[in-house]
């Protein structure tokens, strides 16, 4: 049985520059890294994921990834401001939680744009609101792959709060 990685995905700011036309026009770019890693799974974590249905998302994406993009993070409303600060991260967890056995071992990287979104900023590739997924973006995505994949990951750093370890 191969072991998955899990790449957490935003879409604006991400496939396509935050604020311009809604092309996806990045997407193809990380499709290309995605091909090179069979294990890598893609879950949405976008905002669109509340907007449309799954089918509609994953149809976004090439034929040949279509069945990789394997879900949507559920979504979860903040009671305060406060909470705000990396619910994409705790969404992410709460999505790992139903789906491997154990989440502290698991494989998992974000993209996205906004880094507020992830505590665990040694496991984010943040791209530039303004471009979108780019060629630094690809080589930061295929070295996060690339350690997963040799299991060298490094854990997440002991300054960020990671929502892998219960304090």
Known sequence: MTRHSYIFMDFDGVT????????????????????DYEE???????????????????????????????????HVIPKNGAELHGLREREAMLWLGQHVPDIS???????????????TRSRLVLTDFKRGF??????????????????TALPPK????SFLRRA
């Open 16 to 35: 396509h520059p935050w604020g311009e036309v809604e092309d996806f026009r990045c997407l193809p770019h990380i499709e290309a890294v995605v091909r």
């Open 40 to 74: 890598a799974r893609i879950v949405i974590t976008s905002d669109w994921r509340m907007l449309f249905s799954l089918s509609k998302l994953v149809g976004r994406f090439a034929e040949d990834i279509r069945p990789r993009v394997c879900g949507a993070t559920p």
């Open 105 to 119: 071992t698991a494989s998992w990287c974000a993209v996205d744009d906004a880094p507020g979104n992830w505590m």
């Open 134 to 151: 780019g060629d630094d973006d690809a080589l930061a995505l295929r070295r996060m792959l690339d350690s997963f994949r040799s299991g």
């Open 158 to 161: 002991s300054r960020e709060r």
